[in-house]
């Protein structure tokens, strides 16, 4: 048993609102919150916790071997870096892993995150195999790869297994056939998709995904929604115009209404992105109560837009967040990010309050991955994060605005399953998430001259 | 005399870019860059500095006073905090400062600018009075405060003097009477400022500047002009729509156009915001020569919108960036934010080149506030930046680009005028920023309920 006593807290409010306490005493057994009350100075086995505490982040979208192009993306020999600079670095990272690989800069990468406060992960996993599609022995090697590392991290991992099996669909509607990059995603049919699936050993916490409507065929997404039975599904979702252009011409529908005619879009759907959509698109999400992962960091790097994430929300989606490609680690600047993109996009500011970018951060990010974080309430997971809030950041700022002002650069402590696993940037049992990137991407690039 | 010896450098080109170099020694002596060359084992008074060193940054456009909103303005108790609940936080903070209120607020936010890396600042100053308009005993005393300020925190000031003599342009036309708050702001009449300005001490570098088309009548700007000479004259333009009706109905000319009638567009005049243009707006300013001062963190937070950036540089602009109201001290966030908005207004990556924006955070930034600085070449000011390039955050970017994945909390070390002045985010003559922030926002907002 542990107390964290903590001089300020967001606590779960009546009406799932956050509520600002403090002093507190947050008592936790078994990786559990067993009781929150004032201060009892009676109590043994106190640690302090300065600053603000609130639940912990989880990253509802991750590629996490995109960690690779962060700072590569950005020129070529040619100017400036394009659409197919960063493309091409993605697939020249894709090409070089291996499982033994993966397994380190995977390792580094989550130690980064929890490092920034985040303790759950969603991790849309594609790449399955090995060059040229070549099986490894245990066709699931590269997930389990990522199980390992997350563990090792002291990172609650659910692996979206990816359904990948086009290459995009062509002219005439056809699905494309996969290019040679694309070979390691692909499982070659849906059934041998499920076979894989279906062997993933259960302690892992998996969901599935279609990894978009370009890349698997309306025909077989079906198979996805039933092997995902309780699970949620998560979805890349109209990301950039193409896709919608695409899809229009192949089906006569927007990729939404593919989805929902596939029976894809409910209640644990996520998805993801979700930037170029119609009024309809808006209700069939809104009124189905899907989840949306909108990655605002991600969206301006690669020049996707500003989605409708407040539409979303008031037609009865969910929102939380995912860092998608690694191109900030971040939570607090992601939850930043989904307010200012609003904000730039229709010229009006409060868009959300600050508590609703709090809980799309942290409650709504744990929930579409299936995990129970994410509230500071009895019963829950004792994963909480320490701000700080007298850093050249932070001072000034009301606590319930620290959203709009904090950085990961401000994570004092994270308490991951009631125990602490970072302090001020450093993983405990990892070490500097810094020097542990600069080996896995050191050993990486060491060929490159991209 | 002090020789940097720098493992990597961002080095002056022979066309002006920025060239990596490295290892590098950068001798300086009497504050200046007297020899750039390669290693030299013989040299004694050597300071090693690891990762990358760049120029210094410069804050072409700084409310320094608006730090004291970070954090506060968006929630009211009425719920998200929009426009105005900005505005009346704004105005209570303007109300509450005095000389010596503003100069601890200041002496700690430029603290914090010189350990983000900010060597230089152009502080537009409009906050001249006592309440009611009351003038101090020296009607330049918070002006005075703000370089004492600058000059403890070995922040190099241009002062830039802000006539503010409308509250707003009314439905004929006519310049509307200040309000309350806005006493504090206005001279009374342009010869008034112009007196005000004149008897500013010659120790203090100062330019010049028409706060808006809103606040200043037409018939005034010319004495503005004459009184800039060969100094700078700053103008915030059209960074709302309502500023563009509002100009168009008094004068049927656009806010640049008013400007350009009025002699106010040049190779020294710099721009702010320059949110909403005309296709004429964008020719005028690019064949003027003028800078821009960008500020995206401010135009998001305010939802202002996306200024034509490119298309601006395109047309023969210089593209600078600002932090305006210290919503984040980050050039480098800055920077990003510049490349981030252009992709999500256009779809398009790689609108600016990284050095493009390494440019625009440094020598453009420097230039346009009258300052020498932001080069790394002989014969330029000494003040220059070391960034980390292992840190959870940089581990794995190539140099050249981490101006789009460092922050301010990778500035290890920052030199101004030869002298280290900051180290790991603390500044070595006042200390931790946080603290210093703390102790004077504490005392301006202690009797606050906002």
Redesign the interface.
Same mark, same amino acid.
């Not at 969206?299 to 500003?306: K, N, P, S, V, Y």
């Given at each position: 048993m542990v107390v964290f006593r903590c001089e300020q807290a967001l606590l779960d409010g009546p009406r799932g609102e956050y509520v600002l306490a403090g002093p507190v005493d947050i008592t936790c057994d078994n990786g559990v919150i067993t009781a929150i009350g004032p201060v009892d100075p009676s109590s043994t086995q106190v640690q302090v916790l300065d600053g603000l505490v609130t639940p912990s982040f989880a990253d509802a979208h991750s590629h996490v071997f995109h #960690?690779?192009l #962060?700072?590569?993306t950005?020129?070529s020999a040619d100017?400036?870096?394009?659409?197919w600079?960063?493309r091409d670095v993605m697939y020249s990272a894709a090409e070089k892993l291996d499982p033994e690989g993966l397994f380190a800069l995977s390792q580094a990468a989550y130690a980064?995150m929890v490092?920034?406060g985040v303790t759950a992960v969603g991790e849309f996993h594609y790449l399955h195999h090995g060059p040229d599609g070549r099986r490894y022995t245990d066709p699931n090697a590269m997930g389990l790869a990522l199980a390992e590392a997350a563990g090792a991290a002291s990172l609650d991992l659910t692996l979206l297994d990816v359904a990948y099996l086009a290459g995009g669909i062509g002219s005439s509607g056809e699905p494309l056939a996969l290019n040679r990059v694309q070979q390691r995603f692909g499982d070659g049919s849906i059934g041998a998709w499920a076979d894989r699936v279906a062997a993933i050993p259960a302690t892992i916490r998996t969901g599935v995904a279609i990894h978009s409507v370009r890349a698997v065929p309306a025909a077989d997404m079906p198979t996805i929604v039933a092997a995902a039975g309780d699970r949620w599904l998560h979805v890349h979702l109209s990301e950039q115009?193409a896709e919608n252009d695409a899809t229009l011409a192949a089906y006569g529908l927007t990729p939404t209404q593919v989805l929902e005619r596939a029976g894809a879009i409910g209640p644990r759907t996520a998805a993801v992105h979700a930037t170029h959509l119609s009024a309809a698109d808006i209700e069939i999400l809104g009124t189905g109560g899907a989840s949306i992962v909108m990655c605002p960091a991600t969206?301006?790097? $690669?020049?996707?837009?500003?989605g409708p994430a407040r539409e979303l929300a008031t037609a009865g989606a969910r929102i939380s967040l995912g860092s998608d490609q690694h191109?900030?680690?971040d939570p607090i600047a992601q939850a930043r990010g989904l307010?200012?993109?609003e904000?730039?996009a229709?010229?009006? #500011?409060?868009?959300?309050?600050?508590n609703e970018l709090w809980r799309a951060a942290t409650v709504d990010s744990h929930r579409c991955i299936g995990s129970a974080g994410g509230r500071l309430a009895v019963g829950a997971p004792a994963d909480l994060v320490a701000l700080?809030t007298?850093?050249? #950041?932070?001072?000034?700022?009301?606590s319930?605005? $620290?959203i709009?002002?904090a950085?990961a650069?401000d994570v004092a402590v994270v308490v991951a399953k009631g125990r602490v696993v970072a302090r001020d940037?450093v993983h405990l049992a990892l070490g500097?998430?810094?020097?542990l990137?600069?080996r896995a $991407?050191?050993e990486l690039?060491k060929d490159a001259n991209l």
């Open positions: #960690r690779a #962060r700072g590569r950005h020129e100017g400036p870096g394009d659409f600079t960063w980064e490092c920034a115009p969206e301006a790097d $690669l020049a996707d837009g500003i191109v900030v680690t307010e200012y993109g904000r730039l229709t010229g009006i #500011r409060g868009r959300f309050t600050p700080r007298n850093s050249s #950041r932070t001072a000034g700022s009301r319930e605005q $620290l709009m002002s950085s650069a940037g500097d998430p810094g020097e990137l600069g $991407l050191g690039w």
